[in-house]
């Protein structure tokens, strides 16, 4: 099976502060790929330069074949091969629910009204909030504008959807809506690059785990089961016995 997303020696600086560093990371089409480890890591910056959000200063990304670039003139048409959901939801304020989903698809696709429509208010029901579409976004909980934000990256039909830490900023009890919902899409077949701090869901979810430490790939590998019994690199041990310290002395 050819590679979806197909990564070459990426290379990344902030004011010549080296982020990402010689990354290489292939991707195959209906892959759950599941990016852990420090904060500050380079995990989030890895996720925008994977559509085209950052320029990078070496190497290439390539999507279905096509090269991610930011100066490419069709950068618009390649970002909707790569959907992104953000931690911070980036819904419109002004707009309600249903305008929100379906602006993109009309302003950037070119598609009609109704057709958007129809397909968001079915996307709504599935994720149990067909009775919210002509709210606005301060009218929802944390965990509803975070499916809602999902909702509208799967409305543009992307090969791949990245998502960048979504459950971070919402309360305990919200948490379990989205990762559900992010499990029902892992269990359709949808591609997916996801950075998380939720070991349990990373577990269940995941057909590969990348292990993230200070801009490189420390450890990558698709025995899953075996990264969290027993991971093979050091660094990666030692951020997961301190994770799983953590969440001991949380639940005490």
Do not use: W
Not at 130 to 148: E, T
Not at 164 to 188: G, I, K
Not at 217 to 230: C, Q, Y
């Amino acid at each position: 099976m050819n590679d979806l997303l197909d990564v070459k020696h990426l290379h990344k600086e902030f004011d010549n502060n080296v982020v990402l560093k010689d990354i290489n990371l292939s991707v195959k089409k209906g892959e759950v790929v599941v990016i852990i480890g420090p904060s500050g890591c380079g995990k989030s910056t890895f996720l925008r330069c994977l559509n085209g959000l950052e320029e990078i200063q070496s190497g290439v990304i390539r999507v279905d074949g096509l090269e991610v670039n930011p100066k490419n003139k069709d950068i618009v048409k390649l970002r909707q091969k790569i959907g992104m959901v953000f931690q911070s939801y980036e819904l419109f304020p002004h707009l309600s629910v249903i305008d929100n989903l379906i602006i993109a698809p009309m302003k950037v696709q070119k598609r009609k009204r109704e057709e958007v429509t129809k397909e968001a208010l079915k996307l709504l029901d599935r994720v149990d909030l067909l009775d919210k579409k002509d709210m606005y976004p301060r009218q929802l909980s944390g965990g509803q504008k975070q499916r809602v934000a999902i909702v509208r990256a799967l409305l543009v039909h992307p090969e791949i959807i990245l998502f960048d830490e979504v459950t971070a900023a919402l309360d305990p009890e919200m948490v379990y809506e989205v990762l559900e919902t992010m499990q029902e899409l892992a269990r359709q077949g949808s591609t997916m690059i996801i950075v998380t701090h939720e070991m349990n869901f990373a577990k269940a979810v995941a057909d590969k785990i990348i292990f993230f430490d200070k801009g490189e790939i420390v450890e990558e590998t698709d025995d899953v089961e075996g990264f969290f019994a027993s991971p093979k690199t050091e660094r990666a041990a030692k951020f997961l016995d301190r994770f799983q310290f953590t969440a001991k002395e949380t639940k005490e």
